[in-house]
Structures are given as structure tokens and as C-alpha cells.
């Protein structure tokens, strides 16, 4: 018999349910993903999404201080005594009125739904808190995960702080400093395999299979179950009135795969009237989404060609491609979510973008100059959205949101990069010789001598003294660059 929640295959032709004290990542009949469903007639909805709102009043509470569990009842599958939480989902949807005037938009239009303020850095939590949750429902002790570095951080914070053994595999040379060093600092047991993502997913399902150990990534389902909360705290910030569109960067796919469920799920409820197109946006260099949608792969109900992409990635081993691209979080061939990803393409009338390494970088730097550092890959959502603005898929009146899946700091080499040209040994961005974008911010050499450094400012002390008086400094002026 089912309960509130249980899970059950995306095939339609086979939509076979299991209880949710199984441990699963694939279905048990046919292979396919799984779902967690809900019988929606027990459980205890509110009336209207206000009331989720009003939990803001109660944050002594860890179920409401977290953005994730503030919306239990859109998850009913834990025990409030179940849950893992670290106080994460505390992330606002931010008017980036600047930015949004600078790609022409009309003002008010563009906001950015910040993750990298959660407590590892990356959107990772809102999906762990529930996989962990699930994962002490289950009774495991032991966690694992292949990664290109948020994961890893995520899954290692969880562990750490409860009382799990965290398990993480990366590739080689494939994760970016300031995410590897979260794992190694919250104690994960880190191996590094010969290979890239794909490789290592591989071989963690293999070896979770064969230890017992529980898989983290999102072919998890529970930890989409968690990440549709970010549609949800978009909803809240927004008055519950969804924008015109989501754009967000396409990686492994478990996030737009997320998005797509919470709002069919919120219209099945009828908490919903509307439902917001979708925009995922593929580094060229990780493009197996947008040249399967180009090829004429689709949901199609449910019954996708299997046969076109077995093809597809039969192609891609003859030719030996592996995805390579400076947004190392989405640097992924075979993406798990494929056919969920599709899914929600198909629920929110979706598009897919592919946008070069040099607009990404160009778009990372666009973002900080008016406020957010993120990671490469959360800045591929504004290298695609000037995309689709300037082939009119969208229009510059229309309300965007836009996912920033990572906080700079994740990746700090890719920024020193950009601004100065300065590569460390492991950086594998092109160009090989230094170039700087037209966001460059390069730091000026200077002796230490106070009229070298007025010199450098490219002001006269008399000016400089005018400028003090008059209660401001300069700041538009272009400095001069000295050789660095």
C-alpha cells in the first residue's frame, strides 16, 4: 500500500512504485530513473502559499530556519526527528537592477536568486539536506559521491556535521581549489580517479552498489526532492506571482529536472496558475543537452528515443569527446538527468543555450562589477540570458530569474585569470597566452613612494585634495595600467 510518498519510475510503460525505505537510484524493473511522488489527499497542504511565508516568524525553529524545510509540506516524505538540516536555503532572490540596465533590460526585470550564500557555497545543500535526510531514514552511515567539486563540499559539510563517513570521488586535474579543499578540510576520504566526471559517476555507482554505500548524486532522487525549494523561495520573494522565466546552467541536470517537478507539482495543487518557461544554458565545451534537443530529442510523453541517444554516446566515445570547459561544475558528457531534464523542457515550454568559454568569463566578470561573484558555470545563466536577448527568444519587458548556482570563492583561479592573465600551473583555460576581457580589473604595480602612487591614480594632489573637500573621490576615471 502507498503512503504520503513513495517513488516510482519515469517510464511510463513501466511506472513501477517502491516504498521509500528502499535505497534506489535507478528503477528496479526497468532501469529507468525514479521519482518521488506524493499521495497529495493525505497529506496536510496548507491553503495558500502564504502560510509558508509566515514561518519567518518562528526561526528558533531549524525546520523553518531552513529555506528547504520552511516548505515540508511540498516534501512530505521525513519526520520532522529525521531531518538533517545545517541551516541552509537561506539565499534571496536579489533586483540586480545595474546588470539588468547594463544587457538593456527594463529596469526591475532581472533578479538573481543567489545560492552561493549557502552554508558550503553552492545551491548542492538545498538537495543534500534531503538525501542526508533520506539516508538516516534508511539507517546509513556511510555516504558517497562523484563530483566536480560542489557536490564534494556539500556531501563532506553533511557528513561532518552528522556523523555520516563521507566518500568522495573527483577526477583528474577535474575540480576547482577552493571546492576541493572544503572536502579535504571537512574530512571526506577523497580519491581521485583517472578520468573525468563521467568516469568517476560510473564507478561510484558501481562501488556504492557493491559496499553498501549511499549514493549522494542527483540521480538520487530525494536530492531533487530538496532543490525544487529554490523555485519555491523565487515564488516567495516574488509575492507567489511566478516570472517569465528561470535560466539556469546545465550541468548533470538535476536542477532544471528539479525546477520542472515543483512547478507541475504547484499547478497539480492549484497553489499555481502559471508556470514560467525554462532556459538552460550547455558550455560549448558540455553540450550533450543542446545538441539532443537540436537533433530532435524530446520527452515526447515520456517515451524518448533511447535508441538516438544510445547513438549519441556511441558517437561521442568513437570521436573520444569529453566535456571541457571552464565551468568546471557543469563540465559533464553524460549528464544523469537527461530525460528528466527533458521533462521539465517539455512542463515549462523550455529552451537550450550553448554559450563559449569566453562569454562565460566575460558574464562572471559582468556580475561582479555590479555586486554577485559567482562561480564560471552560475555565469553561464547571463552569458545565455544576453544570448536569448539579442535573438528576441526573450524579450527585454519580460521578468527574468536567474539561478547563481555557486559563490565565487569556489573557483578563484578562473577570476584572477581574467583580471591579470596570471595562470596557476593546474588553470586549464584557454587562451594560452594572457588576454584580458573588457571587465578587466588589473592590479597596478607601484613602488612604494607617495608620488608614484599619485602618479598611478592618474590624479594631481591638488585634484585629489578638491575631490576630498567636495566629500567624494573620483571612480569613473580609467586608471592606467602599469606591466604586472
Known amino acids: 500500500m502507498k503512503t504520503i510518498a513513495y517513488q516510482q519510475c519515469i517510464n511510463p510503460t513501466c511506472s513501477a512504485t517502491f516504498d521509500i525505505g528502499q535505497v534506489l537510484t535507478s528503477c528496479a524493473k526497468c532501469g529507468e530513473l525514479l521519482d518521488i511522488q506524493y499521495d497529495w489527499s493525505k497529506a496536510p497542504l496548507p491553503k495558500s502559499l502564504d502560510a509558508f511565508q509566515q514561518r519567518w516568524q518562528s526561526r528558533r525553529f531549524p525546520l523553518d530556519y531552513s529555506g528547504v524545510w520552511r516548505f515540508r509540506e511540498l516534501l512530505p516524505f521525513a519526520a520532522d526527528a529525521m531531518v538533517c538540516t545545517v541551516g541552509e536555503g537561506q539565499t534571496f532572490l536579489q533586483n540586480a537592477v545595474c546588470l539588468g540596465k547594463e544587457l538593456g533590460m527594463w529596469p526591475g ?36 559521491c562523484a563530483s566536480t567539486g560542489n557536490t564534494s563540499a556539500s556531501l563532506a559539510l553533511y557528513a561532518a556535521m552528522n556523523g555520516f563517513q563521507g566518500v568522495v570521488f573527483i577526477g583528474s586535474g577535474k575540480i576547482a581549489f577552493g571546492k576541493l579543499s572544503q572536502a579535504l578540510d571537512y574530512g571526506a576520504l577523497t580519491l581521485q580517479i583517472e578520468g573525468d566526471f563521467d568516469t568517476c559517476l560510473a564507478r561510484v555507482r558501481q562501488v556504492s552498489s557493491q559496499l553498501g554505500l549511499y549514493l549522494m548524486n542527483s540521480v538520487n532522487p530525494f536530492r531533487l526532492e530538496g532543490q525544487k525549494t529554490i523555485m519555491y523561495r523565487i515564488l516567495e520573494s516574488l509575492s507567489w506571482q511566478p516570472p517569465d522565466w528561470i535560466i539556469v546552467p546545465g550541468g548533470n541536470l538535476g536542477n532544471c529536472s528539479a525546477f520542472g517537478k515543483a512547478f507541475h507539482e504547484l499547478r497539480q495543487l492549484g497553489l499555481i496558475k502559471r508556470i514560467p518557461r525554462l532556459a538552460i544554458i550547455n558550455a560549448e565545451g558540455a553540450n550533450t543537452l543542446y545538441s539532443m534537443v537540436h537533433a530532435g530529442i524530446s520527452w515526447n510523453g515520456g517515451h524518448v528515443n533511447q535508441a538516438a541517444i544510445d547513438g549519441f554516446y556511441a558517437d561521442m566515445d568513437r570521436r573520444q569527446l569529453h566535456a571541457h570547459t571552464v565551468a568546471s561544475a557543469i563540465e559533464i558528457g553524460r549528464p544523469v538527468n537527461l530525460k528528466k531534464a527533458l521533462r521539465s523542457l517539455d512542463v515549462m515550454k523550455g529552451v537550450v543555450a550553448q554559450v563559449s568559454d569566453n562569454d562565460i568569463l566575460e558574464a562572471k566578470a559582468m556580475v561582479g562589477r555590479f555586486g554577485f561573484a559567482c562561480e564560471p558555470a552560475s555565469a553561464a545563466t547571463i552569458a545565455g540570458l544576453r544570448q536569448l536577448l539579442a535573438n528576441g527568444t526573450i524579450s527585454r519587458h519580460e521578468r527574468v530569474a536567474c ?82
Do not use: C
Not at 462 to 479: F, N
Open 109 to 144: 526585470q532581472l533578479w538573481l536568486q543567489y545560492e552561493g550564500m549557502n552554508p558550503s557555497g553552492s545551491f548542492k545543500d538545498n538537495g543534500m539536506t534531503a538525501a542526508f535526510t533520506h539516508a538516516r531514514i534508511v539507517g546509513a552511515r556511510r555516504v558517497a
Open 403 to 484: 539561478v547563481l548556482t555557486g559563490h565565487g570563492l569556489k573557483d578563484p583561479d578562473a577570476t584572477v585569470y581574467y583580471h591579470t592573465g596570471v595562470r596557476t600551473k593546474e588553470a586549464k583555460y584557454p587562451p594560452a597566452e594572457p588576454t584580458w576581457g573588457h571587465l578587466a580589473n588589473k592590479p597596478i604595480r607601484v613602488a612604494d613612494d607617495l608620488q608614484a602612487i599619485i602618479r598611478s591614480l592618474g590624479l594631481d594632489e591638488k585634484s585629489i585634495d578638491q575631490d576630498v573637500a567636495g566629500g567624494y573621490v573620483e571612480t569613473s576615471r580609467e586608471l592606467p595600467f602599469i606591466e604586472y
